[in-house]
């Protein structure tokens, strides 16, 4: 009994031993600057390989969505014979909602993990160490410049991925469903808002942005330096970050749209 | 070499970034540049609104012309009153314009319909609209309908 009460103190401890250690990480690599720094050029190469390279899966994804999303809001709408609401339920559903969480849920699996896992190496190849022995503050050199392409690559790819969503669904709604493609796209330009919809659903993917990225880096940076402890890191990386989005994504919508 | 295709790609992702908003807001969203400062506000009373909410359409002979920006209750009368902004462009509403409350088709949004009287003046800004038309409302109308059943039974 009291071994229980130990356990739990200790892993209770650890939790949030853990989120003050996550909390010093980002606040210390946020801002750019210090001995070694990275410079702009370290941005451009980390927003190549979050951002460029999850292109390919953003895209195949969004497109099949928004197609998806047009063959079962059909179903259900032509029942009302309201089938020509069709475009607005597409595009709402995909600028709201699954445009950043889905593209969130993808970018932890492709760029999440994949940052975990590099950071980690880094770690247990004492590369990180050895910064520190040059003077270079592997924060600022490391984590700085991956944290930042996070932020920054995630809302380019949620809007990527909405975009794509719309014209997937345009395609099965006017080319194979038949529906009028005035009554598609005007229906949608009438109920869709630009500072209500688009620049929500961007500000909600940039928020993801941070916490998915933000995730990972510490994962990496705080995994224990074995192979195991990369695998186990990488794991930790893409379940954590993904309920971490839902949960968040339930905050945010009922922060901006739950008064309408 | 390989850097510079890197930079490249990043920036054909970035642009593609910015298309895409730009799609989004201009295809979508049917965003329009002259939108802002173009309009007026005019207010109109109902007895009852029946779901009508801001940003709600304003509209004549189907055609948009502008939006609800306020809705409140008067204390002193107990009726709703609706602030409407409507575009510059429509500048010549008759004086004794009416107002509607409509649903678009059987269960679509509420919104509001104007028709043109006949006057001579114009509405100008700040007006009131006299002449409305509440919405209708399912239960009364069930309510009246059952009520003169009864009167005839």
């Known amino acids: 009994m009291l071994d229980r009460l130990t356990q739990l103190g200790k892993s209770g401890t650890a939790a949030i031993g853990s989120l003050g250690r996550a909390s010093l990480l980002f606040w210390n690599s946020f801002f750019w600057g210090g001995p070694g720094s990275a410079g702009f050029g370290d941005l451009i190469r980390q927003l190549y390989s979050v951002g460029v390279r999850s292109l390919s899966i953003i895209l195949v994804a969004g497109f099949f969505v928004g197609m998806v999303l047009g063959l079962q809001g059909y179903t259900t709408l032509v029942d009302f014979g309201s089938e020509s609401a069709l475009g607005t339920l597409v595009s709402l559903t995909l600028l709201r909602e699954l445009g950043p969480v889905v593209t969130a849920l993808l970018f932890a699996g492709r760029a999440g993990s994949a940052l975990t896992a590099e950071i980690g190496l880094m770690k247990a190849t004492e590369q990180l160490s050895a910064m520190e022995m040059m003077g270079v503050d592997p924060l600022k050199r490391v984590i700085t410049p991956r944290l930042w392409a996070g932020i920054l690559a995630m809302p380019v790819l949620a809007l990527i991925f909405s975009t794509v969503g719309v014209w997937g669904g345009a395609f099965v709604a006017i080319d194979m469903l038949g529906i009028d493609d005035g009554a598609y796209w005007g229906n949608m330009q009438a109920s869709v808002e630009f500072y209500e919809d688009v620049i929500k659903g961007v500000i909600k993917s940039v928020a993801f942005g941070i916490v998915v990225t933000w995730i990972a880096v510490y994962q990496g940076y705080d995994s224990m330096p074995t192979s195991e402890g990369i695998g186990k890191a990488t794991t930790q990386t893409v379940v954590i970050s993904s309920l971490a989005v839902l949960g968040l994504d339930f905050v945010l919508t009922a922060v901006m749209f739950g008064g309408v | ?153």
């Open chain 2, 1 to 153: 070499m390989r850097m510079r295709y890197i930079e490249l790609a990043v920036g054909v992702f970035m642009i593609m970034g910015v298309i895409a908003l730009v799609l989004m807001a201009f295809r979508v969203s049917g965003l329009t540049m002259d939108d802002a400062g173009e309009t007026y506000t005019v207010k109109a009373r109902f007895e009852n609104l029946g779901g009508l909410t801001e940003r709600a359409k304003v509209s004549m002979a189907g055609v948009t012309i502008g939006r609800v920006t306020q809705v409140y209750l008067d204390t002193e009368w107990y009726s709703a009153v609706v602030e409407m902004e409507i575009n510059k462009s429509m500048s010549t509403l008759t004086s004794d314009t009416s107002a509607a409350i409509l649903t678009a088709g059987l269960l679509g949004e509420k919104y509001i319909g104007l028709t043109v009287g006949a006057e001579e003046e114009y509405l100008a800004e700040g007006d009131w609209i006299e002449d409305t038309q509440s919405a209708l409302v399912l239960e009364e109308l069930i309510g009246r309908f059952l009520f003169n059943k009864a009167e005839e039974g």
